[in-house]
């Protein structure tokens, strides 16, 4: 009843593109944008920020680059890994290269490394398409892991091979290293994540991103009605992984604070994002936030029920766990190969016209 | 002839062993590819289900045992008998066809027109659930798997080489079950070939890999060919997982040479079956010589994770439908 656009009337163009043209939905933005800064902080605590809150923020940033990749673009990449791994291993060499330099500048900075590293890995993909391209991602994921696991330059020819996330600090607050807390390191985050999707959620809808799902529906199409394949496959590739490295980055400096390559960026990452933006559902940034939450928490909850409830050994959970997401995996796609974000498309137009349908 | 040219022989030799069983596995994800048009990425947790379906009834493991104990509280594992291994064989392969029908009944059939990427991602799915399903079915530790085949050097072959260096080269090592393997491969492509030139099926398989709407106007079932091919698919399947089984144990890396078997695919074309065969040689032999000229003495080794990858990327630039691929043609 009251989730309908009558009565909101748009008097400028302005108005009419904005992107909640419905006024509860507005509000309702809001609201969680005020829930997340101003409650969220106050009241979470150590499980909760290391289980649940902080992995949700920085797979979504991770799942919004891949989907803007895979599902605005097209181009199907299985590398995510390898450039979480460089934007990892470009926020430690900066952090430790120069340990004046603001952290906030070091995941900025990794994530157009890693935009950069990520243009090359596109280049490919001017003459390969489809599943061929796929595969050639994963050039990029065995070449990366294996570049950062055996040139000693990267980890500061550390003898164990890890890198370990030096105290950086904001105001005097820490924000990386062993002091941290667990409100500031989830605004910290929280931060990156609504910048990074504002600014995702408005270049798809430009000139940039129309151009790239005119490549995504058909290329040979698109080139000729004069859109510039080079440029949209590339610029794809260069947001895509500055995204990307930009949440490796995090994932390094913020949450794990300790990285092994080959443990953590490995190829299971690269499918664990995937997975992500298929089950929220490809091109569209809110289903990058539905399947990030929905990756994160499922592990959590399976976890708890199975081991905290009934009480079954640890890996008896996992091989159920993986079961499990496999067959979700399945099950969505078969019921609603569009993702959460068309379920959700669908309740909306639902609650447009109830209680009255017809 | 100087004791580092055998050395190279040698590793060459290795690697075309090492390729043989590469395009074993591709060999399956290139029959599926042609009759449905799926990239099946669950062909490596296929090989590796199958590997431990084939050594749980071999050995009388109870199903499931493990989940049972811990539900119920018993200690039930073994039935305590051992199946002779031509009828594991064969319980193993009705296992595989009764996969085949079920993945048929409850995901292609659901997704028949869907998008290939849509297709992809399904069998990524089914690979995660085959994966966890296997190891609570059978549990996950590293298991033998002992078929019969003898391991080790081959002696005939070290004992007939020897002649070729000096004093003190003592022959080519090649170990004896990648020599079966090779054998074992060739006779499967020979009798793939034959089957689908010469009999009605394959002739059926052929029609549907062609045009899939022309098959079905003439009165092909697409359902029942899409079952016999994932039971060929698993089929092959299993002979390769006996093989990477034996050769190094029954356990969760064997699911990982369907990442392996990926650049032969890319390399040899996705549709053609003398593609993944030549493919998957070049690819074993180029990543043996590359580590040994190159990868081991200048990169500090282990290269052979990225440079199949590298070297088939480096080839589709040239030739994007790969060696013996279909060429693509794009129409607007």
Same mark, same amino acid.
């Given at each position: 009843?009251?989730?309908?656009?009558?009565?909101?009337?748009?008097?400028?163009?302005?108005?009419?593109?904005?992107?909640?043209?419905?006024?509860?939905?507005?509000?309702?933005?809001?609201?969680?944008?005020?829930?997340?800064?101003?409650?969220?902080?106050?009241?979470?605590?150590?499980?909760?920020?290391?289980?649940?809150?902080?992995?949700?923020?920085?797979?979504?940033?991770?799942?919004?680059?891949?989907?803007?990749?895979?599902?605005?673009?097209? /181009?199907?990449?299985?590398?995510?890994?390898?450039?979480?791994?460089?934007?990892?291993?470009?926020?430690?060499?900066?952090?430790?290269?120069?340990?004046?330099?603001?952290?906030?500048?070091?995941?900025?900075?990794?994530?157009?490394?890693?935009?950069?590293?990520?243009?090359?890995?596109?280049?490919?993909?001017?003459?390969?398409?489809?599943?061929?391209?796929?595969?050639?991602?994963?050039?990029?994921?065995?070449?990366?892991?294996?570049?950062?696991?055996?040139?000693?330059?990267?980890?500061?020819?550390?003898?164990?091979?890890?890198?370990?996330?030096?105290?950086?600090?904001?105001?005097?607050?820490?924000?990386?290293?062993?002091?941290?807390?667990?409100?500031?390191?989830?605004?910290?985050?929280?931060?990156?994540?609504?910048? @990074?999707?504002?600014?995702?959620?408005? @270049?798809?809808?430009?000139?940039?991103?129309?151009?790239?799902?005119?490549?995504?529906?058909?290329?040979?199409?698109?080139?000729?009605?004069?859109?510039?394949?080079?440029?949209?496959?590339?610029?794809?590739?260069?947001?895509?992984?500055?995204?990307?490295?930009?949440?490796?980055?995090?994932?390094?400096?913020?949450?794990?604070?300790?990285?092994?390559?080959?443990?953590?960026?490995?190829?299971?990452?690269?499918?664990?994002?995937?997975?992500?933006?298929?089950?929220?559902?490809?091109?569209?940034?809110?289903?990058?936030?539905? +399947?990030? *939450?929905?990756?994160?928490?499922?592990?959590?909850?399976?976890?708890?029920?199975?081991?905290?409830?009934?009480?079954?050994?640890?890996?008896?959970?996992?091989?159920?766990?993986?079961?499990?997401?496999?067959?979700?995996?399945?099950?969505?796609?078969?019921?609603?190969?569009?993702? @959460?974000?068309?379920?959700?498309?669908?309740?909306?137009? &639902?609650?447009?016209?109830?209680?009255?349908?017809? | 002839?100087?004791?580092?040219?055998?050395?190279?022989?040698?590793?060459?030799?290795?690697?075309?062993?090492?390729?043989?069983?590469?395009?074993?596995?591709?060999?399956?994800?290139?029959?599926?590819?042609?009759?449905?048009?799926?990239?099946?990425?669950?062909?490596?947790?296929?090989?590796?289900?199958? *590997?431990?379906?084939?050594?749980?009834?071999?050995?009388?493991?109870?199903?499931?045992?493990?989940?049972?104990?811990?539900?119920?509280?018993?200690?039930?594992?073994?039935?305590?008998?051992?199946?002779?291994?031509?009828?594991?064989?064969?319980?193993?392969?009705?296992?595989?066809?009764?996969?085949?029908?079920?993945?048929?009944?409850?995901?292609?059939?659901?997704?028949?027109?869907?998008?290939?990427?849509?297709?992809?991602?399904?069998?990524?799915?089914?690979?995660?659930?085959?994966?966890?399903? +296997?190891?609570?079915?059978?549990?996950?530790?590293?298991? &033998?798997?002992?078929?019969?085949?003898? /391991?080790?050097?081959?002696?005939?072959?070290?004992?007939?080489?020897?002649?070729?260096?000096?004093?003190?080269?003592?022959?080519?090592?090649?170990?004896?079950?990648?020599?079966?393997?090779?054998?074992?491969?060739?006779?499967?492509?020979?009798?793939?070939?034959?089957?689908?030139?010469?009999?009605?099926?394959?002739?059926?398989?052929?029609?549907?890999?062609?045009?899939?709407?022309?098959?079905?106007?003439?009165?092909?079932?697409?359902?029942?060919?899409?079952?016999?091919?994932?039971?060929?698919?698993?089929?092959?399947?299993?002979?390769?997982?006996?093989?990477?089984?034996?050769?190094?144990?029954?356990?969760?890396?064997?699911?990982?040479?369907?990442?392996?078997?990926?650049?032969?695919?890319?390399?040899?074309?996705?549709?053609?079956?003398?593609?993944?065969?030549?493919?998957?040689?070049?690819?074993?032999?180029?990543?043996?010589?590359?580590?040994?000229?190159? +990868?081991?003495?200048?990169?500090?080794?282990?290269?052979?994770?990225?440079?199949?990858?590298?070297?088939?990327?480096?080839?589709?630039?040239?030739?994007? /439908?790969?060696?013996?691929?279909?060429?693509?043609?794009?129409?607007?």
């Amino acid at each position: 009843m009251i989730y309908r656009e009558v009565g909101d009337f748009k008097t400028t163009y302005r108005d009419d593109g904005q992107t909640f043209p419905i006024k509860f939905d507005r509000l309702r933005y809001y609201v969680v944008l005020a829930v997340a800064f101003c409650i969220v902080p106050f009241i979470v605590n150590d499980y909760w920020t290391n289980a649940v809150l902080l992995p949700f923020l920085i797979y979504a940033i991770a799942a919004i680059g891949l989907n803007i990749l895979t599902g605005y673009c097209g /181009q199907v990449s299985l590398g995510t890994g390898g450039f979480m791994a460089v934007g990892a291993y470009s926020c430690y060499k900066l952090m430790t290269g120069f340990p004046d330099l603001n952290i906030v500048f070091c995941v900025i900075l990794s994530g157009g490394i890693t935009a950069l590293v990520g243009m090359l890995f596109g280049l490919p993909s001017l003459r390969i398409k489809g599943f061929y391209l796929a595969v050639a991602t994963l050039a990029a994921q065995f070449f990366l892991v294996w570049l950062f696991n055996k040139v000693s330059w990267f980890y500061n020819y550390s003898a164990s091979g890890q890198i370990n996330a030096p105290e950086r600090t904001i105001l005097g607050v820490p924000i990386t290293g062993a002091g941290t807390t667990a409100p500031v390191t989830y605004l910290f985050c929280l931060v990156f994540v609504v910048v @990074l999707a504002i600014l995702a959620r408005n @270049l798809t809808r430009g000139h940039l991103g129309r151009s790239w799902m005119a490549i995504r529906d058909m290329d040979i199409a698109a080139e000729i009605i004069g859109v510039n394949p080079l440029k949209a496959k590339l610029t794809a590739f260069g947001i895509s992984s500055f995204y990307i490295g930009i949440a490796g980055a995090l994932l390094f400096a913020v949450y794990l604070g300790a990285v092994e390559v080959g443990e953590v960026f490995g190829i299971q990452k690269s499918f664990l994002v995937l997975f992500m933006i298929i089950i929220g559902g490809l091109g569209s940034i809110f289903g990058s936030f539905a +399947g990030a *939450a929905f990756m994160v928490l499922l592990p959590v909850f399976l976890k708890n029920v199975l081991v905290g409830g009934l009480g079954w050994p640890t890996d008896i959970a996992t091989h159920v766990e993986f079961a499990i997401v496999g067959a979700l995996i399945v099950v969505f796609l078969i019921l609603e190969p569009h993702g @959460l974000a068309q379920l959700w498309k669908i309740i909306k137009e &639902k609650l447009r016209l109830w209680p009255f349908p017809h | 002839m100087s004791a580092d040219f055998l050395f190279g022989v040698e590793v060459f030799l290795n690697g075309l062993m090492a390729g043989v069983m590469y395009a074993l596995v591709a060999l399956g994800f290139v029959l599926i590819f042609k009759s449905s048009g799926i990239f099946n990425y669950a062909q490596g947790v296929m090989a590796l289900f199958a *590997a431990q379906t084939l050594v749980g009834i071999q050995t009388g493991l109870i199903p499931f045992s493990h989940m049972i104990n811990a539900v119920l509280g018993t200690k039930v594992h073994h039935f305590g008998w051992n199946v002779p291994t031509v009828v594991a064989i064969l319980l193993t392969v009705g296992v595989m066809i009764l996969f085949a029908i079920i993945v048929e009944k409850l995901i292609l059939k659901h997704l028949v027109n869907q998008e290939p990427i849509i297709l992809f991602m399904a069998t990524i799915g089914l690979a995660y659930f085959l994966e966890g399903f +296997g190891d609570l079915m059978w549990g996950a530790e590293i298991k &033998k798997l002992d078929i019969g085949i003898p /391991q080790g050097g081959n002696i005939w072959v070290e004992e007939n080489t020897a002649f070729l260096g000096g004093d003190d080269f003592f022959g080519f090592y090649l170990d004896t079950l990648d020599i079966y393997a090779a054998v074992i491969a060739a006779l499967l492509v020979t009798s793939l070939v034959l089957f689908s030139q010469y009999t009605k099926t394959g002739r059926a398989l052929r029609a549907v890999a062609d045009d899939h709407q022309a098959a079905l106007s003439v009165g092909i079932s697409l359902r029942t060919i899409w079952v016999i091919v994932w039971s060929i698919a698993g089929f092959v399947a299993l002979v390769a997982g006996v093989m990477w089984g034996a050769k190094s144990g029954v356990q969760f890396s064997l699911s990982l040479i369907a990442l392996k078997a990926l650049p032969v695919l890319m390399l040899g074309g996705f549709t053609s079956i003398p593609g993944a065969i030549v493919g998957g040689l070049i690819i074993g032999v180029g990543e043996k010589m590359f580590e040994f000229l190159i +990868g081991a003495p200048y990169l500090g080794g282990a290269t052979e994770n990225w440079f199949a990858y590298m070297l088939a990327l480096l080839f589709l630039i040239f030739r994007p /439908q790969g060696l013996f691929g279909e060429k693509i043609i794009e129409r607007v």
